[in-house]
């Protein structure tokens, strides 16, 4: 049986002997206004998140909402967790509830957050008890498929065992599909969903990349979708955006951008989003140039050599102004991801 929500879960119950064997079929009748205190502690014990866990659990909510924009992602993540919350209590309450798939695609451009919300989510995860670890292990193409018979199934299963316990995120996963039938990215597919069947309480599966590859990368799989019922879509930032995150970006580190660097980050930031909308890194490029600015600024401060406190944080708009020789690698999607966090 399969049932739709708004945001696409899809899930399916487990087959009947599973489900009478816990009791599914004949829930035992509980009132909840009429358990004892003593009963509903007992039923909730070893479920309910500890305080520790809910402070945790908060913290992670508030990292989330600390992003700029992305209010879509952000409801859609916090409707999973209140659902996945909701599922393991009714679990205990012995209601129906289904198996819960939290495989999940990620659509959207370089540097949209998409790899930044996974390693919360995991974390959020892992604070409700559905992941056991919760960490992030991202791969791509290379990590996964081999070169020769036998060595991509052996590079999956090294990839999925890192990943154990985790989320495996897989950065532009069309390129599985590249070679077509004879590739080794078609075993590699095959391989991992075998992985999501075995371990579908350990792991959890997200694919990420591009809008229109990935929709592509779908159609021609069809298998796939209905294996990954959640899909979150990253839009691209606006220039407002794109500047606040400069602004958290540079007060996370504790560096204040003058005037002139706001006002050619500003015009920057306009200019890239008109000519160079194909290779844009939204928030990467801001975090890209925010970086080279600070070692810019520890040139300039070294060998002016009288520096105060507020000169150790002010970033001028020299530090951010292109130079001509050096020039490379700012939309950096040619970085190796080992780079790219
Ligand atoms: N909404 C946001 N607010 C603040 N920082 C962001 C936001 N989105 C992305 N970033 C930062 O931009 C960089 C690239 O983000 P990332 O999650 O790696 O993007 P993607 O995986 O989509 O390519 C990271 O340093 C991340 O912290
Ligand atoms: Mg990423």
């Known amino acids: 049986m399969k049932q739709k929500t708004r945001f696409s879960l899809t899930f399916r119950f487990e087959n009947n002997r599973l489900k009478q064997s816990r009791g599914f079929l004949t829930p035992e009748p509980i009132n909840d206004h009429k358990a004892t205190k003593k009963q509903l502690s007992k039923q909730d014990s070893g479920f309910s998140p500890e305080t520790k866990d809910k402070d945790r659990l908060q913290e992670l909510t508030a990292e989330l909402d600390s992003m700029i924009g992305l209010a879509k992602v952000k409801e859609l993540v916090k409707e999973i ?12 309450y012995q209601l129906k509830s289904e198996n819960l798939v939290l495989h999940m695609i990620f659509k959207g451009n370089p540097g949209t957050g998409k790899t930044t919300v996974a390693r919360i989510l995991g974390k959020m995860l892992a604070e409700l008890k559905v992941l056991p670890k919760g960490h992030l292990l991202e791969v791509e193409r290379a990590d996964l498929v081999g070169e020769f018979i036998g060595h991509t199934a052996q590079k999956c299963r090294e990839q999925i065992k890192k990943a154990m316990g985790g989320i495996l995120f897989i950065d532009e996963a069309y390129s599985l599909a590249r070679g077509g ?16 069947e075995d371990h579908k309480n350990e792991i959890i599966i997200i694919l990420a990349g591009y ?3 990935m929709e592509k990368f779908l159609r021609t799989n069809p298998g796939l979708r209905s294996r990954f019922p959640i899909h979150l879509h990253f839009p691209d930032y606006t220039k407002e955006e794109l500047l606040e995150i400069a602004a958290l970006m540079v007060r996370e580190r504790q560096y204040k951008l003058s005037l002139g660097a706001k006002e050619y980050l500003r015009t920057y930031l306009q200019a890239q989003l008109e000519t160079n909308r194909t290779n844009f890194s939204n928030a990467r490029l801001v975090r890209n ?24 944080m002010l970033l001028l708009r020299e530090d951010f102004e292109e130079k001509e020789i050096e020039e490379t690698g700012l939309t950096d999607n040619v970085l190796p991801l080992s780079l790219r966090q």
């Open 81 to 92: 967790m209140a659902y996945v919350e909701i599922c393991r209590r009714r679990q205990r």
């Open 181 to 196: 039938e004879k590739d080794f990215g078609k075993e590699a597919i095959d391989t991992l969903v075998k992985a999501m």
């Open 211 to 213: 809008e229109q590859e």
């Open 289 to 312: 140039l925010i970086e080279r600015a600070i070692r810019r600024q520890a040139l300039r401060l070294v060998q002016q050599q009288i520096y105060s406190r507020n000169d150790l």
